[in-house]
């Protein structure tokens, strides 16, 4: 497989070479559209495609063939988590209960995407109304992780993780409420960016509307400031979306980190699981970020105990969902939705406002936090990505002990977190590490990143070259 198969290039190599006319749109959909024939009966990281998705490389070539890009995404193919309406397709969230109308308008990081001339290549798999990290759901089953198909991809944007290290095109939309952007990210190998509250806009509001935003997911860091470039604009729909701060986000992202304070934390109020090559990552990144001129040092910040907070956050938001639903409905849910549901559903108004409480006491204390660190080094993921076919057993644990220990709190006081890559673990699985910084500095999160990405450079997720030959009989 050579380097100049548009499916492995990143999206400011496409548009380079689509300025040049030495590549077409179209010619870079159908590379990536023949990876997909290939590859995705294994990976299944799409909920469906896009019939129009050839008609809308045509019109993009068209336009670059006159000199003429309607925008600075015109013909990259990019893919939205089936979580976010687009005109024209269905919003099934990965459940039975919902219903296969199409959507009538599109979300706003969809109409940032499309209004930059971005081709939507298809919608990506989410867990069951993005409620889980496990990379599976009741209607399009299991996404598998092209670095290896035996482990999970992650969630809740699982289908992005997979089409992302599949190189199903360079660019995808995950929604972020407790990890679910960040988690599939580490586990697949990209970076993926949780933004700012209020940065992309939210329309109509998730499950998790409180502390979810949708974000980035791409090959490298570069990418996700230029799609996070087109996503965050102001959407009248979105009142509570932040004021318009337009910009490229690639501009100072090559500034480096020399002078700036750096923090590697260990506790988020509680200390979240961590094992022996997760440490060893961290550690690899603080010294990445030393050598090249940051202030590392480890501190913790003073919060309280963000599990018992998030806990609460999640099961009130999944018991909500499922009350209003018909009992018809609610027997076709993933069964672990329904346990949280049901184990969080008698809560009282009081405790749940504790709760509320203490997670502005947890933003407050980071704000604080943030007067001395620029920015916080932390793990993404307790482990690895796990088995694929492993059951969901008891979700509440998990939650704070197999799958987001790390990046809950950062929902819950609403800062920037990005992920990147910083190599791969014994059996060749990804690992990444965690960046935080203080609201509305998601600037120094690609900073930091982008300084990490040039000292590590991940190769591509060729190994799933070798995986897809041993497996494409199954």
């Not at 050839?54 to 993009?60: D, K, R, T, W, Y």
């Not at 992650?154 to 929604?175: D, E, K, L």
């Not at 933004?195 to 109509?204: D, F, K, S």
């Not at 480096?256 to 090559?277: K, Q």
Request: proline share 7%; aromatic share 6%; charged share 20%.
């Amino acid at each position: 497989m050579s380097d100049t198969d548009p499916a492995l290039m990143s999206a400011e190599q496409l548009l380079a070479l689509y300025a040049r006319r030495r590549l077409s749109p179209v010619e870079a959909l159908q590379a990536i559209l023949e990876r997909v024939a290939r590859y995705n009966p294994w990976v299944n990281a799409f909920a469906m495609l896009n019939p129009r998705a050839l008609a809308e490389a045509g019109a993009s070539e068209a336009r670059w063939s006159a000199g003429r890009p309607m925008g600075p995404l015109d013909g990259v193919p990019v893919t939205v988590k089936d979580l976010l309406n687009v005109h024209g397709m269905p919003t099934r969230r990965g459940s039975k209960t919902t219903d296969s109308t199409p959507a009538t308008e599109d979300a706003p990081a969809v109409i940032g995407l499309k209004a930059a001339g971005a081709v939507i290549l298809g919608k990506t798999t989410t867990t069951e109304f993005g409620w889980k990290t496990p990379g599976d759901n009741p209607l399009n089953g299991i996404s598998r992780n092209a670095w290896n198909p035996e482990r999970t991809v992650g969630g809740s944007s699982s289908g992005a993780g997979a089409a992302g290290a599949a190189n199903f095109g360079p660019m995808h939309i995950g929604t972020d409420a407790g990890g679910s952007i960040r988690i599939p990210a580490a586990y697949c190998g990209l970076v993926g960016l949780k933004p700012t509250y209020g940065r992309i806009p939210q329309w109509p509001l998730s499950a998790f509307g409180q502390v979810s935003c949708a974000g980035p997911m791409t090959r490298s860091v570069r990418d996700a400031a230029l799609m996070f470039s087109a996503m965050a604009q102001a959407d009248l729909r979105d009142p509570y979306c932040l004021p318009d701060d337009v910009r490229d986000w690639r501009e100072g992202i090559e500034g480096g980190v020399a002078g700036l304070r750096v923090a590697i934390v260990r506790r988020l109020g509680f200390a979240p699981p961590i094992d022996d090559e997760g440490q060893a990552a961290v550690e690899l990144a603080g010294r990445l970020l030393a050598e090249q001129g940051a202030i590392v040092e480890y501190a913790d910040p003073e919060l309280p105990d963000t599990r018992h907070v998030f806990g609460r956050v999640w099961g009130v938001a999944l018991a909500r969902l499922v009350t209003t639903m018909a009992p018809d409905k609610r027997a076709l849910l993933d069964k672990g939705l329904d346990e949280v549901a049901e184990r969080e559903g008698g809560m009282s108004a009081i405790d749940f406002l504790g709760a509320e409480a203490m997670r502005t006491e947890a933003a407050h204390a980071m704000a604080r936090f943030h007067q001395k660190y620029d920015l916080v080094l932390c793990p993404t993921t307790p482990t690895a990505a796990f088995a694929a076919d492993a059951p969901t057993l008891k979700p509440t644990e998990a939650l704070w002990r197999d799958w987001a220990p790390w990046t809950f709190a950062f929902n819950l006081t609403r800062q920037p977190a990005i992920t990147v890559p910083v190599g791969l673990d014994e059996s060749g699985m990804p690992r990444g590490v965690q960046l935080a910084a203080a609201q509305l500095r998601d600037d120094l999160c690609f900073r930091a990143a982008r300084a990490i990405e040039r000292a590590v450079a991940l190769p591509a997720a060729k190994a799933e070259e070798s995986h897809a030959c041993a497996h494409h009989h199954h």
